[in-house]
């Protein structure tokens, strides 16, 4: 099970972090990752971290600004997300899979490709 929480109301050039906590005892066996969904529009992806955390893929339009990290300790995904716009207004998702394959291009973009999801926090950014 995956909860995500750390949404909220900022303004444009704001910063915030997004938690993603994962129940069980074997989360460092999942890649993780973050998606998104803005109203009336397909989820899309964000970013992806390895199961160690030594790898991560970034969509192009918020590289640079957010960073993905996890902590295994603490069954623990975060989403540092710098420099925030009105365009990242979304709902966003972490998500994981066990499958190493997930981290390849043509799988990880791919929201039928994760096993878990979590239920999403809001992230308002005003202009």
């Known amino acids: 099970q995956l909860q995500a929480y750390g949404g909220g109301l900022v303004q444009a050039g704001d910063s915030l972090r ?8 074997t989360f ?6 973050w998606f ?6 397909e989820r899309e992806f964000v970013t992806v971290i390895s199961r160690s955390g030594g790898s ?4 192009d339009s918020v590289k640079g600004r957010f960073t993905i990290s996890r902590d295994n300790a603490k069954n623990t995904v975060y989403l540092q997300m ?17 499958e190493v394959s997930i981290l390849a291009r043509r799988n990880r973009e791919d929201v039928g490709k994760y096993e878990y999801w979590g239920q999403g926090t809001q992230v308002t950014v005003s202009s």
């Open 18 to 25: 997004l938690s993603c906590a994962a129940s069980g005892r």
């Open 28 to 33: 460092s066996s999942y890649v993780m990752a």
């Open 36 to 41: 998104r969904q803005a109203l009336g529009k």
């Open 56 to 59: 991560t893929f970034t969509t």
């Open 82 to 98: 710098n420099s925030l716009k009105p365009e990242d207004t979304a709902v966003y998702y972490c998500a994981a899979d066990r």
